[in-house]
């Protein structure tokens, strides 16, 4: 799964403005999508209506959403509408594009030389948009724990690789930048614990997408077992502390005459 690199207040709101995703200052997108966006992957589909861009009107499309640093270093918003037809990257044959296509494979490592340098990619391709995703496998981290289980370095050395791993109560998961989420898992739900901003971080994680089998995607149960429930008492914790910080420094910036001129909702469009 990719971790949080950017923080809400580096979002390019003037470019989701001119997509309609920003009114005043309250962002139209499911905190789900924001976390993806921070974390350096993509959104699930976002409709977009009455878009007016280079003299084109467009009524209604959808689109997915995701953010790559500009030439001065600040984030700069790519749109990923649904192609008619998607285009190979050149490192891989058609026989491996028929492969992910058809859902026959979940990815495909390749080694590939760039500027004199070799750098390790993993390649899908993303149904929704119809097009192949390549992601730079320095940028996918393992979490530390997935539903209170830690990970052994083995472990997170295949995941970091794209490989689909086991856990000890059966879950599995494989990392994928196809998902808003960052990862795949057998499970429709998951807590995973991160290493974020120099401590543990714990993410609540639901509706994730389907792992992909020899021959389509696998099966998921929602069931919450023990790991799950405890790992989710943990999140509730943390989330009951972090909302005690927040009102807190409201008081503080009450009581000096500040406010806060940044703030966000996460509602569903």
Do not use: C
Request: glycine share 8%; proline share 3%; hydrophobic share 35%.
């Amino acid at each position: 799964m990719n971790t949080i690199i950017l923080n809400e207040k580096d979002l390019p709101l003037e470019q989701l403005r001119d997509l309609g995703l920003v009114r005043g200052e309250e962002l139209l997108i499911d905190r789900k999508d924001i976390y993806a966006l921070l974390s350096g992957g993509r959104t699930n589909l976002i409709k977009l209506h009455d878009i007016s861009r280079s003299g084109i009107e467009i009524k209604e499309m959808e689109v997915k959403l995701s953010l790559v640093r500009g030439e001065t270093g600040k984030p700069d918003l790519l749109v990923h509408p649904v192609y008619k037809q998607s285009l190979n990257p050149p490192y891989i044959n058609q026989t491996e594009a028929d492969q992910l296509i058809l859902g026959e494979k979940a990815n495909i490592l390749k080694e590939v030389d760039r500027d004199g340098e070799t750098k390790s990619l993993l390649v899908e391709y993303d149904w929704d948009t119809k097009e192949f995703v390549v992601t730079d496998m320095l940028k996918v981290k393992a979490p530390e724990k997935v539903n209170g289980m830690a990970l052994s370095p083995y472990q997170k050395e295949r995941y970091s690789a794209g490989r689909q791993i086991e856990l000890e109560d059966g879950t599995l998961i494989q990392a994928s930048s196809t998902s808003a989420e960052g990862i795949r898992s057998n499970r429709l739900a998951l807590v995973v614990s991160v290493l974020m901003d120099g401590g543990i971080s714990y993410l609540l994680l639901t509706g994730l997408k389907a792992l992909v089998g020899d021959k389509g995607l696998l099966a998921q149960t929602n069931e919450k077992n023990n790991g799950y429930k405890q790992a989710f008492r943990e999140y509730e914790k943390q989330q009951m502390s972090r909302l005690g910080d927040m009102i807190t420094d409201e008081k503080l910036s009450a009581g000096t005459g500040h406010s806060r001129s940044y703030t966000r909702s996460g509602t569903s469009r």
